[in-house]
T-cell receptor, first 112, second 114 residues
Framework: SQQGEEDPQALSIQEGENATMNCSYK?????LQWYRQNSGRGLVHLIL?????REKHSGRLRVTLDTSKKSSSLLITASRAADTASYFC????????????FGAGTILRVKS | SQTIHQWPATLVQPVGSPLSLECTVE??????LYWYRQAAGRGLQLLFY??????ISSEVPQNLSASRPQDRQFILSSKKLLLSDSGFYLC?????????????FGPGTRLTVL
């Protein structure tokens, strides 16, 4: 896998359901961030989780980090049509010069 | 509060023409500034970043260049556009000592090279 690779590539759910997106990476990281991008717009930062943290919450968002598996997940609970967007993970790793490396993203569609 | 502006929002240019995209940040001082390119349905590719006036780091060899003439102004340029330069260009800023801190993005410029 590439550094910061999201799975699935696309996800379609009904309003009210939970949405789970996964991110896998290759090298040890300092932190991992999740961003949202509405179609044709800039990215919006959602949450940052550091390598020594296992779980973080922000409103309806829950992010977990498993450094032993080199993976993270983003859970959106009780999804809304407004959650329809692309979601990207971005990793910060010394191997990449401590710059953010973005994955290709998961396209989430929430049907009302 | 901080805001970031990019213009133009959309641009259609012929192959071989010059390019100038501008990004400005308000409400903060000495930010780190970034230019990214996003191909359709893909992730972001870091093109340039700057930690201060006149300090530009290039990530990918290409026919693009960047300049930072003022603390909160970042410009992306090209002397001659290629078809492969088409894409969605995003400017971002961050504050802090590292280039891996939380980044705040502008609205983007959609560039189509014909």
């Amino acid at each position: 896998s590439q550094q910061g690779e999201e799975d699935p590539q696309a996800l379609s759910i009904q309003e009210g359901e939970n949405a789970t997106m996964n991110c896998s990476y290759k090298t040890s990281i300092n932190n991992l961030q999740w961003y949202r991008q509405n179609s044709g717009r800039g990215l919006v930062h959602l949450i940052l989780i550091r390598s020594n943290e296992r779980e973080k919450h922000s409103g309806r968002l829950r992010v977990t980090l498993d450094t032993s598996k080199k993976s993270s997940s983003l859970l959106i609970t009780a999804s809304r049509a407004a959650d329809t967007a692309s979601y990207f993970c971005a990793t910060d790793a010394m191997e990449y010069g401590n710059k953010l490396v973005f994955g290709a993203g998961t396209i989430l569609r929430v049907k009302s | 509060s901080q805001t970031i502006h990019q213009w133009p929002a959309t641009l259609v240019q012929p192959v071989g023409s010059p390019l100038s995209l501008e990004c400005t940040v308000e409400g903060t001082s000495n930010p780190n500034l970034y230019w990214y390119r996003q191909a359709a349905g893909r992730g972001l590719q870091l093109l340039f970043y700057s930690v201060g006036i006149g300090q530009i780091s290039s990530e990918v060899p290409q026919n693009l260049s960047a300049s930072r003439p003022q603390d909160r102004q970042f410009i992306l340029s090209s002397k001659k556009l290629l078809l492969s330069d088409s894409g969605f260009y995003l400017c971002a800023w961050s504050i802090g000592g590292g280039t891996s801190d939380t980044q705040y993005f502008g609205p983007g410029t959609r560039l189509t090279v014909l």
